[in-house]
């Protein structure tokens, strides 16, 4: 019984465990209100919030939110000093709420580039928030996935050249050991706002048997109730992972027999 879901007309059991999300189109909407680019960020971290609380609420465990890629550094300087500088904001801001709504904050992505003092809040919030049982909220920064799956491939290198691993044990497992997003649960469901039909280095091994979802919507606007309209879709969804129809069908019915 989730009384959030009953609230929102949601099948608990028909949930993603796990929602990955490319939040696009935050300057599109701050040039349309004849705003500054860093407006449309700035409302994009208050959906942020919103969406995040709502996930924890209908006990989704995981989101990972795509907050800044690879390519991102390559943006204008005042566009990129706003937008860590709103990632210093919120994680000063949240770090209170987050810990005590019992999230699990973790960051992934290539974090050498990021300044020392977001480092420092970073690892704070990550230490504070480790033995938290509720969502996982992980946040891409300075992320792309091709650089994601390199580093793996570096880390099992070095296992089995210090004779930790044989070169036959390699399998799934033991790679996705290696991602950043070790430990998470696969990937169900990516949305990505703004009518950009791309996967943008997002996540690119996780997304292997994930449910995709483009809208045309704007970050910013992106909320409750939008987030909830996609999650019914999800919930319509007729997940196979290879199977046919018919073994899904005899497969539900025998575990509702058990
Ligand atoms: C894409 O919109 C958005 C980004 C590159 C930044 C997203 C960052 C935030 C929402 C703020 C920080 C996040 C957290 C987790 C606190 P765009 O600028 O590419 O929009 P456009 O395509 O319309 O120009």
Known sequence: MNSYCDKWNLNPLKLPRHVGIVMDGNGRWAT??????????HKGVERVQEITELCGNLGIEALTLFAFSDENWRRPE?????IMGLLRWYIRKEHKRIVEKNVQFRVIGDRAKLSPDIIGLIENLEKNTEKNTGLHLCVALSYGAQREILRAVHKVINKVQNSELNID???EKIFEDSLDTQGLPPLDM??????ELRVSNFLLWQLAYAELFFDNILWPDFDSLKMVELLQMYSLRERRFGRTSEQLAEKTLNMALR
């Open 78 to 82: 005042d566009e990129v000093g706003g």
């Open 32 to 41: 349309k209100r004849m705003l500054p680019r860093i407006s449309g960020h």
């Open 169 to 171: 044990e390699i399998d």
């Open 190 to 195: 990516f949305i990505r706002t703004s009518g």
